[in-house]
């Protein structure tokens, strides 16, 4: 089975300050790995992916995140962050080529201010 | 394109009542999920559809929980009788295809049950 772990329940930030929310999972297969984010009182909404290829991925809006094999890890990044991107942002997992059958993690909260 | 539908939005209900949650998915999706997101948790699978079969319902607690999806379409969850710790957002979502690699999953908003 595959479980995901995100170590920081709340990341406080100051507006156009970068930010790091970290996520690593464990599998004792191959897997495909997600940052989903959620803005409050709506559904959770699909942010970027790692299937296969260039380990380093992006989002329309600024984010990234990096697949390391060998740290299994897959942490979510961004040079600099708006007042929007306040939300709680999900890492989950699931095993390659299978169903999209997700393992979440328990959120991290993004707080940005001024 | 419309996005996943569910109804109610909010629900509060006393503990051993009965309740019932909707959702849409969005056309021509295939694979159907109900999702259970406690609050400071991340979302639980309940149960995994394809079409009108199950999939996966292991971690549906079955003494109380049920879920159907007759016409491969609309799907309903229903919890009967309710106990305090069902207490959560219950999430709809859907993906084009089982088995098609990394579909990503659209949900809907979500029914935040609480149950007193």
């Known amino acids: 089975a595959q479980s995901v772990t995100q170590l920081d329940s709340q990341v406080p930030v100051f507006e156009e300050a970068p930010v790091e929310l970290r996520c690593n999972y464990s599998s004792s297969v191959s897997v495909y790995l997600f940052w989903y984010v959620q803005y409050p009182n709506q559904g959770l909404q699909l942010l970027l992916k790692y299937l296969s290829g260039s380990t380093l991925v992006e989002s329309i809006n600024g984010f990234e995140a990096e697949f390391n094999k060998s740290q299994t890890s897959f942490h979510l990044r961004k040079p600099s962050v708006h007042i929007s991107d306040t939300a709680e942002y999900f890492c989950a997992v699931s095993k390659a080529g299978t169903a999209s059958k997700l393992t979440f993690g328990t959120g991290t909260r993004l707080q940005v201010t001024l | 394109e419309a996005g996943v539908a569910q109804s109610p939005r909010y629900k509060i209900i006393e503990k051993r009542q009965s309740v019932a949650f909707w959702c849409n998915p969005i056309?021509?999706?295939?694979?159907l999920y109900w999702y259970q997101q406690i609050l400071g948790q991340g979302p639980k699978l309940l149960i995994q559809?394809?079409?009108?079969?199950?999939?996966?319902d292991s971690q549906l607690p079955k003494d109380r929980f049920s879920a159907e999806r007759l016409k491969g379409v609309d799907s309903t969850l229903k919890i009967q009788p309710a106990k305090l710790e069902d207490s959560a957002v219950y999430l709809c979502a859907s993906s084009l295809a089982l088995g098609s690699g990394g579909s990503p999953l659209h949900f809907g908003n979500g029914t935040r049950l609480t149950v007193t």
């Open positions: 559809f394809q079409n009108n079969g199950v999939v996966d």
């Open positions: 056309s021509g999706h295939a694979t």
